[in-house]
């Protein structure tokens, strides 16, 4: 039986004892196991450290997995023809500009899903602030003087 064992023993690979180590498992609590089957062709993994760490070691902030982010779908308003998008949804006050644009046009904004076909996107997100410069008041009205002209 001894010879089994060592026989057994001789399937573990080196690769395999070291990442046993890595975790901080003695591997020969295993050694009276089978080695575990390749079900595909792997090379082996080199690039393991040649020193052993302790447990304490291997826990630390960096080898954590990073986090998925979940970014947010943006916010989409309706007014009038165009379906203003921001990257989070408008303060409950709304900013001053889209008051006076909603002024202008006889409604106030109600945030939607999606685009419709009949509306003009336009993407607010540099312009999502409560005053704007000359320049950008320029450039936001650029961008949205062509949906009132296909109004009339």
Not at 35 to 51: G, H, I, M, V
Not at 82 to 101: C, I, K
Request: proline share 12%.
């Amino acid at each position: 039986m001894t010879t089994m064992k060592h026989a057994e023993n001789q399937a573990w690979t080196a690769a395999q004892r070291q990442s046993l180590e890595f975790l901080g498992i003695d591997p020969e609590l295993f050694l009276d196991w089978p080695a575990p089957q390749r079900t595909t062709q792997q090379t082996p993994d080199t690039s393991l450290p040649s020193e052993t760490p302790t447990a304490s070691a291997a826990i630390t902030p960096e080898s954590t997995p990073p986090a998925t982010e979940t970014v947010a779908p943006p916010s989409l308003y309706k007014l009038g023809p165009w379906a203003l998008q921001f990257a989070e949804p408008m303060p409950v006050e709304r900013f001053p500009w889209v008051n006076d644009l909603a002024s202008y046009i006889g409604s106030k904004p109600v945030e939607i899903s999606h685009v419709g076909a009949q509306l003009t996107h336009v993407d607010c997100s540099d312009y999502a602030k409560s005053s704007l410069t000359p320049e950008q008041k320029k450039a936001l009205w650029a961008i949205l003087k062509p949906a009132l002209n296909k109004r009339t």
